[in-house]
């Protein structure tokens, strides 16, 4: 079913790349979703990617309590040739033609950094329209979002060991952490300093120092999936939850900040016939759409802004409780939640 508000699909004057701004849903405010730049086989992958991404963003806005709807922004980089993500001047122009179609929207929808982009490529889209978050610090904005996405997965991992385990201790714990990106690097290290035992990996090699540094065993992405450990924690790129390697996992739990971590609804099933508890993605990364909107837009203290990451461990905790009362998985409580919420005539609290 075609549920989007809003679906703009345009040439970029300045770079000729795809550009696509998906608005899924405004019903609960402005929405909001990042900036993806990235390579794909062609446009329509690209839009794919646009159409789940913002749908998932509405449901993460819903669920963090936020007064906000979901969209996303893809630029679409082409797969064959040398790297143009390399080609500093075209990444450039096709941002700000981002930025430009963005602006077209007028406010309804605003964006941020995602996969592939960071706080100063926030300042080249804002060349264009002033509808974007995360600048650098020094720009107006507030900066990297991964210390809040990171801080807000932390929250997540403690509730998930809660429920799972009957204690939200992460010093006795196992992680297998498959991502050392900005968030995942991030996670990983503040699982080391909580005393956590970790297997960590990553597709480039360069990160095993990082691996050295925090004491965790270093892995592939393949062999670190199927790790005998508490908890799988995913971390980089969507899809990695199917029926294939779920049939391969040997954890207990799987929360990460990954976007779009199970290919298909069904595969949330399969998770929980196999007793693994699976914190929806969704809500686990709020962190970083949660900081920004409370620095930029409502100019909350830290302590504020650490508190409300921390609601992210009660949301979870309140939604693994309703799934166990009504006999469904997390997935489809929060789902129903998000839905409620969503549906829920704008101003009315509760
Ligand atoms: N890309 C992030 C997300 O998907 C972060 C973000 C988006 C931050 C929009 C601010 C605004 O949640």
Known sequence: MFSHERVLIRRGPESGRP????????????????????????????????????????????LAGLPNGGGKTVIVLPSAGPDPADDAELRRAALRDAGTVIEELGGLYATGPDVGTGPDDMVTIGERTRHVFCRPIAAGGSGDSSPGTAAGTIAALRAVCETRFGSGDLARRSFAVLGLG????????????????????????????LAD?????????????????????????????????????????????????????????????????????????????????????????????????????????????????????????????????ISRPRGQAG
Request: proline residues 5%.
């Open 19 to 62: 550009i696509i701004v998906a608005v899924h849903s405004t019903a609960l405010g402005q929405a909001l979703g990042g900036c993806r730049l990235k390579a794909y086989p062609d446009w329509r992958a690209g839009l794919d990617d646009a159409l789940r991404l913002s749908a998932a963003m509405s449901d993460k806005c819903a």
């Open 182 to 209: 900005r968030v995942g690097g991030r996670v990983a290290r503040l699982l080391a300093e909580a005393g956590a035992k970790l297997v960590v990996a990553d597709v480039d090699p360069a990160k095993r120092s």
């Open 213 to 341: 540094e925090l004491g965790a065993a270093w892995s592939t992405p393949d062999e670190a999936l199927a790790a005998p450990v508490d908890v799988l924690v995913p971390a980089a790129l969507g899809g990695v939850l199917t029926p294939a390697t779920v049939a391969r996992l040997r954890c207990a739990a799987v929360a990460g900040p990954a976007n779009n971590q199970i290919d298909a609804p069904s595969t949330a099933d399969l998770l929980h016939a196999r007793d693994i508890l699976w914190a929806p993605d969704y809500v686990v990364s709020a962190g970083g759409v949660i900081s920004a909107t409370a620095v930029e837009l409502r100019h909350e203290t830290p302590a504020q802004v650490a508190a409300r990451l921390n609601g992210i461990a009660d949301t979870l905790t309140q939604l693994f409780a309703a799934a166990r009362r009504d006999g469904v998985t997390p997935s489809a409580a929060a789902t129903a939640e998000a839905r409620r919420r």
